[in-house]
């Protein structure tokens, strides 16, 4: 408690322990998998489909507050770090929105028509999990939990397969979705098991 | 060298660990506290209730969706009362070192 950075190191870990619950691993897992699955069998409307998890962060960011305060309690973090977790999240927001953009904007010039699978040959099958992994990695680095890190390096290694094997785009988002998906189910059930709800606070 | 007087309000390995806590954070209720120091019911409240009467943190009592909920935050003499306990024990530690 004497050293600066040991003060730092207890808010850190503070702070990360906010995310024992693996919600979020469920919330990017899902989102792999719908983003994935849209690709691989609804490919004309997957850019459309994509927006889907952007739509519910903020309510599924109001539902995992109450789910986590009745199990460990509230907490108000310093202004400083409320203030880094808002321009993050803004962040990946916009940079979201771009990339919707851009792939919309990318469909119909160079899909002649709209068609948004030779505009993804053009920029190869795995640019959308290279993407992803880029928002994931800031994500990563907003909550500095090191699995999302893992997480965006496993999106990064399907990105480079699939743009190698020349999969369907679809391919790695649900490989990787998949595992994320259950090692989330995995952190909220012992997140659950260890944290009962508190009725009085 | 004189030895720095240490506050013993803080000095405490439980209130220590609880107005640690508090001086990184902004403020939390009991609960909260309680999963992160893993000190009970009983001990929060009555370290709380020693930290409050020297003025070092204040307590809110609300409700929060019709749930009862104490919030907890220190105050300026608070924070001030930690970062004295700081320089304190750096100066004490630093005293340690130069002896061995």
Same mark, same amino acid.
């Given at each position: ?201 | ?16 660990? =609880?107005?640690?806590?508090? $001086? %990184?954070?902004? #403020?939390?209720? +009991? ?5 992160? &120091? ?12 020693? =930290?409050?009467?020297?003025? $070092? %943190?204040?307590? #809110?009592?609300? +409700? ?5 909920? &104490? ?30």
């Amino acid at each position: 408690m004497s050293d600066a950075s040991e003060l730092s190191k207890i808010e850190a870990d503070a702070y990360r322990s906010r995310f024992d619950d693996g919600l979020l691993d469920l919330y990017i897992g899902i989102a792999l998998l719908w983003i994935g699955a849209s690709w691989m069998w609804f490919e004309e409307t997957a850019a459309i489909l994509a927006v889907f998890p952007a739509l519910v962060v903020t309510p599924f960011v109001t539902w995992r507050k109450r789910f986590i305060e009745e199990r460990t309690g509230y907490v108000r973090f310093s202004e400083p770090r409320r203030r880094r977790e808002r321009r993050s999240l803004v962040s990946i927001l916009v940079i979201g929105e771009v990339v919707l953009i851009v792939g919309i904007v990318a469909g119909i010039v160079f899909g002649q028509g709209g068609n948004v699978r030779d505009a993804l040959d053009w920029l190869g099958p795995g640019i959308i999990a290279f993407i992803i992994a880029i928002m994931v990695g800031m994500v990563a680095v907003a909550s500095t939990l090191p699995r999302l890190f893992a997480y965006a390096t496993l999106l990064v290694v399907g990105a480079v397969a699939a743009a190698s094997f020349e999969t369907n785009p679809g391919t790695p988002l649900l490989i990787v979705g998949g595992v994320v998906t259950v090692w989330g189910a995995v952190l909220t059930t012992r997140f659950v098991r260890a944290h009962p709800r508190v009725e009085i606070t | 060298m004189a030895t720095p007087p240490l506050d013993r309000l803080i000095h405490e390995p439980a209130r220590l660990r =609880l107005v640690t806590l508090l $001086y %990184v954070i902004d #403020e939390a209720d +009991f609960v909260y506290l309680s999963s992160q &120091t893993g000190l009970t019911a009983g001990n929060i409240s009555s370290h709380m209730t020693k =930290l409050e009467d020297a003025g $070092y %943190v204040e307590i #809110e009592k609300a +409700f929060f969706e019709r749930k009862p909920r &104490t919030v907890y935050r220190l105050t300026k003499a608070g924070r001030a009362a930690i970062e004295h306990y700081r320089e304190s024990i750096s100066e004490m530690l630093s005293g340690l070192s130069e002896r061995g």
